[in-house]
Nanobody
């Protein structure tokens, strides 16, 4: 069992920045492949992948709409994964989820079904 805990979401103005954190108390987070997903208000069940870091090679992935604005990073010493979000837009509003999968083989980093563990989410609202 892997319990993921997200934090850092809040209300921010367009153009602002936030840093989301994901940690797993009692577990070794660097062992897992990690993905950040978001769910827009009113979109029941549909989560879109925002960023991911692969197991093994640690390769980073981003959806096109956040490239150049969002940066995913990992601090193994703190057992924490971050999502640094800059130049935030109204369209970035949503609940952000951290997801994890055990290592092993190639996978589609941007598909919900690839991840077996999910946090409860942290809300981000971009509003003027």
């Amino acid at each position: 069992q892997l319990d993921l805990v997200e934090s850092g979401g809040e209300v921010v103005r367009p153009g602002g920045s936030l840093r989301l954190s994901c940690t797993a108390p009692g577990s070794t987070l660097p062992y897992y492949g990690i993905g950040w997903f978001r769910q827009a208000p009113g979109s029941e069940g549909a989560r879109e992948a925002v960023a991911g870091i692969s197991t093994g090679d640690g390769r980073l992935h981003y959806r096109d709409s956040v490239k150049g604005r969002f940066i995913m990073s990992r601090d193994d010493a703190k057992n924490t994964v971050y999502l640094h979000m800059n130049s935030l837009k109204f369209a970035d509003t949503g609940t952000y989820f951290c997801a994890a999968r055990v290592p092993g083989g190639d996978y589609n980093w941007d598909k919900q079904y690839e991840y077996g563990f999910w946090g409860q989410g942290t809300p981000v609202t971009v509003s003027s």
